[in-house]
């Protein structure tokens, strides 16, 4: 079994380098071309398992890249990251010099972006994780940049926190399986169309 990663085309937000966890952006007229390119890696493959965060930029890439009927799966929201939401990493050093998410994690935000840490999200990845180990065959999953680092990195056996490793960016697929049998490995990692 393979796991395809997509991480959703650009947003106006992921362009300006604001965090983007629960706001819910629509894609730009190139993240709708980065989501139409990477139907070369869907098309004519058949998922026994196609699983999408509620975003409507993931549920856009998902269609325009033509994978098919799928199920929206909460635990694939991005981090929540609570006061921080829409502030890009250059803003909140300026008041936090040296600030990095992955090391500091976040601030309360509001009621609709509490805030999250790395470890929460990490058992959002593994509840994900459960349901594609369930399955029989080729999985697709479409969904936000560190969410999909954080479940890679549960994948290989790591620290949620050991996502920071591994950049993604827009529009991009990153390929999870398996070496001797049943060994998770990394097969292909922020790879453009």
Not at 174 to 181: F, P, Q, T, W
């Amino acid at each position: 079994m393979n796991v395809i990663l997509l991480r959703h085309g650009e947003t106006e937000w992921s362009k300006a380098g604001r965090h983007t966890g629960r706001t819910d952006v629509p894609l730009t007229p190139h993240g709708e071309e980065q989501a139409r390119a990477l139907s070369r890696l869907v098309a004519g493959r058949s998922f026994a398992q196609v699983l999408v965060s509620p975003a409507r930029r993931a549920r856009r890439t998902a269609e325009l890249a033509g994978a098919g009927s799928y199920e929206v799966d909460p635990d694939l929201w991005e981090w929540d990251y609570g006061g921080y939401e829409g502030v890009t990493t250059a803003d909140i050093r300026d008041s936090h010099p040296g600030w990095y998410v992955w090391r500091d994690g976040v601030v309360p935000g509001d009621e609709a972006h509490p805030g999250e840490t790395v470890e929460r999200v990490g058992e959002r990845a593994d509840k994900v994780l459960a349901r594609i180990r369930s399955t029989d065959g080729d999985v697709l999953v479409v969904a936000h940049a560190h969410i999909l680092r954080v479940l890679t990195a549960r994948w290989l056996g790591l620290p949620p926190a050991h996502g920071r490793y591994l950049r993604l960016d827009t529009g991009t697929y990153s390929v999870l399986g398996h070496e001797h049998g049943d060994e998770p490995v990394l097969l292909r990692w922020n790879a453009p169309v």
